[in-house]
C-alpha cells in the first residue's frame, strides 16, 4: 500500500492517509475530498507521464507542449530542469 501524506494544500491543513485500490471520500463540502483525488492520481500517474515525455522527446524529436523554451536546435536539454518546468 501507498501512504499519502499532505500538509497545506488547499483547504487541507494535515491529512496522513493508507491509499487502497478502492476508497471512499467522505466529508463536508469544499474540506479537500477533490484535492485529496486529485493528489491521488497525480502520483499515481506522474512515472507514467514521465516515461511519455522522455520517449517522445528521445524517439520522435517532438518537442513537448510546456518545454519549447528549454530546448535549443539540437534538442541538448537537462532533462531534470524540462521536466521541473512541464509538472
Known amino acids: ?9 488547499g483547504p487541507i491543513e494535515q491529512c496522513e492517509m493508507v491509499c487502497s485500490p478502492f476508497m471512499t471520500l ?3 463540502q ?3 475530498k477533490s484535492t485529496i483525488a486529485k493528489a491521488i492520481y497525480y ?5 507514467d507521464d514521465i516515461i511519455e515525455l522522455v520517449k ?3 524517439f520522435h524529436g517532438t518537442v ?4 519549447e523554451d528549454e530546448f535549443d536546435i539540437g534538442h ?5 530542469k524540462g521536466l521541473e518546468k512541464y509538472f
Open 1 to 9: 500500500m501507498h501512504k499519502l501524506i499532505i500538509n497545506k494544500l
Open 64 to 67: 513537448v507542449a510546456g518545454l
Open 30 to 32: 469544499a474540506s479537500g
Open 76 to 80: 541538448r536539454i537537462e532533462l531534470k
Open 26 to 28: 467522505t466529508g463536508f
Open 56 to 58: 517522445r522527446q528521445a
Open 43 to 47: 502520483f499515481r500517474t506522474i512515472k
